[in-house]
């Protein structure tokens, strides 16, 4: 576990996935809702605390954001935020995930209606997927969230997972010709 504080108001902790596994979480499980979620998140601003050796004052609003890290950690970033001349009587915690683009390559259109046709048969419909062509080939972005093994295998039974992150993202984006910018597997999926 790694605690820095880049800002006054800001604390990362950087999650090995030795140290999620002895937290008792993965990041799919993290959701501010699930009391093991909360409990784990006071566990890491005390640690915090300790380690800055300074008092990290939780009781105006929060934002909390989860970052999927390499290997099965974690980064969390804890932001303060700054309070409107208001008192607030509860303390209100914002929990914010995020999503990783996962972009697949299929060869043929007939490979990505087959491969629609499975993610609706199994029903992993991702809530965000967009598609792009360049030729004869076409590339779908997906986001991936709980679920995603499943909808992994589907896609790549038909297709070729060729990256994940934003950047491979933004490039599709910007090289390839859109045909659909939301909710494009589930218009295929319609069409299979």
């Known amino acids: 576990m790694k605690i820095e504080a880049p800002e006054k108001n800001k604390i990362?902790?950087?999650l090995t996935a030795d140290d999620m596994t002895k937290l008792h979480i993965?990041?799919?499980?993290?959701?501010?809702?699930?009391?093991?979620?909360?409990?784990?998140?006071?566990?890491?601003?005390?640690?915090?605390?300790?380690e800055?050796?300074?008092?990290?004052?939780?009781?105006?609003?929060?934002?909390?954001?989860?970052?999927?890290?390499s290997e099965g950690g974690c980064v969390l970033q804890f932001t303060v935020l700054e309070q409107e001349n208001k008192p607030q009587p509860l303390r209100h915690l914002t929990m914010?995930?995020?999503?990783?683009?996962?972009?697949?390559?299929?060869?043929?259109?007939?490979?990505?209606?087959?491969?629609?046709?499975?993610?609706?048969?199994?029903?992993v419909l991702p809530k965000e997927s967009e598609l792009y062509r360049q030729e004869h080939s076409?590339?779908?972005?997906?986001?991936?969230?709980?679920?995603?093994?499943?909808?992994?295998?589907?896609?790549?039974?038909?297709?070729?997972?060729?990256?994940?992150?934003?950047?491979?993202?933004?490039?599709?984006?910007e090289h390839w010709q859109s045909v659909c910018k939301s909710h494009a597997l589930e218009q295929i999926s319609g069409m299979a």
């Open 52 to 69: 800055l050796g300074r008092d990290i004052d939780p009781s105006g609003r929060m934002l909390i954001e989860a970052l999927p890290a």
């Open 12 to 14: 990362v902790v950087r």
């Open 138 to 173: 076409y590339r779908l972005i997906v986001s991936a969230t709980e679920g995603s093994e499943l909808l992994n295998i589907a896609l790549s039974e038909f297709g070729s997972p060729c990256a994940q992150g934003e950047l491979p993202a933004a490039f599709t984006r």
């Open 96 to 123: 914010k995930k995020s999503r990783t683009p996962l972009v697949y390559e299929f060869s043929s259109a007939q490979m990505l209606l087959d491969a629609a046709e499975s993610v609706k048969r199994l029903g």
């Open 26 to 50: 993965t990041y799919e499980e993290m959701d501010y809702a699930n009391i093991e979620t909360r409990r784990v998140i006071w566990t890491l601003l005390d640690e915090a605390r300790r």
